[in-house]
T-cell receptor, first 117, second 110 residues
C-alpha cells in the first residue's frame, strides 16, 4: 500500500517549452502533496506544498509563475515547468501525505528527471 | 523551525564493517525523524522512522537508529555493511512539512 507514482519518469524538452509532471497516489487519498527538486549530488529541496482544492504554498525563492502546481483531486497533483530553461534541469520528486494519517508521514514518488536542452 | 544536520557528506566502510551515519536534529517540539535511502536515479525509500515510541527503531535491510534526546541525535547504524548498501542516505524531520539533511554518500569497499 501507499504507492505514489510519477509520470513521466524522464523527459527531455527544448528551452522555452513547458512540461507537465504528474504525481498520483495510487491506493490512498492525499490531502497534501509536496514537490521537491534535487540537483545532482545534493539534497531534496522543498519547492511547494499543495492542498487539494486550494492554491499551492511556495517556498521562498521558488517562482510560482514558473512552477505551476495544480492539486485537482485527492489523488493527483501536477507540476508544470513553464518556459523551461537549462537551469531547470533537475530531478523532481513528489510526495503525498495520506488523508487518514495520524502521524506525519509522506510517501515519495520515484522522481522525474527533467533535461532542458 | 525544525532541521537536521548530517555529519559527513561521505562515509566509506569495508564490507562487513559497522556502518554509522550521523544525524543531529533541531526542534522545539518532539520531532518525527526519518531515514531514507536513495539509489542512483531513483526516489526515496523509507528505512525507518521515529515517532516518539521506542527510542531504538529497527528498519529494513538490517538498519536501526537510536533517538537520543540528550544528544539531539538520531544516528543510523548497521552492524555489517553489504555491497548493496552503497547509496545516498538522508535524514529528515517532519513537521508541517519534511526537511532533509544534506545527505551522506555511503561507499562500501570489497
Amino acid at each position: 500500500g501507499a504507492v505514489v507514482s510519477q509520470h513521466p519518469s524522464w523527459v527531455i524538452c527544448k528551452s522555452g517549452t513547458s512540461v507537465k509532471i504528474e504525481c498520483r497516489s495510487l491506493d490512498f487519498q492525499a490531502t497534501t502533496m509536496f514537490w521537491y527538486r534535487q540537483f545532482p549530488k545534493q539534497s531534496l529541496m522543498l519547492m511547494a506544498t499543495s492542498n487539494e482544492g486550494s492554491k499551492a504554498t511556495y517556498e521562498q525563492g521558488v517562482e510560482k509563475d514558473k512552477f505551476l502546481i495544480n492539486h485537482a483531486s485527492l489523488t493527483l497533483s501536477t507540476l508544470t515547468v513553464t518556459s523551461a530553461h537549462p537551469e531547470d534541469s533537475s530531478f523532481y520528486i513528489c510526495s503525498a501525505r495520506p488523508r487518514t494519517s495520524g502521524v506525519y508521514e509522506q510517501y515519495f514518488g520515484p522522481g522525474t528527471r527533467l533535461t532542458v536542452t | 523551525a525544525q532541521s537536521v544536520t548530517q555529519l559527513g557528506s561521505h562515509v566509506s566502510v569495508s564490507e562487513g564493517a559497522l556502518v554509522l551515519l550521523r544525524c543531529n536534529y533541531s526542534s522545539s517540539v518532539p520531532p518525527y525523524l526519518f531515514w531514507y535511502v536513495q539509489y542512483p536515479n531513483q526516489g526515496l525509500q523509507l528505512l525507518l522512522k521515529y515517532t516518539s515510541a521506542a527510542t531504538l527503531v529497527k528498519g529494513i535491510n538490517g538498519f536501526e537508529a537510536e533517538f537520543k534526546k540528550s544528544e539531539t541525535s538520531f544516528h543510523l547504524t548497521k552492524p555489517s555493511a553489504h555491497m548493496s548498501d552503497a547509496a545516498e542516505y538522508f535524514c529528515a524531520v517532519e513537521g508541517a512539512d519534511m526537511r532533509f539533511g544534506a545527505g551522506t554518500r555511503l561507499t562500501v569497499k570489497p
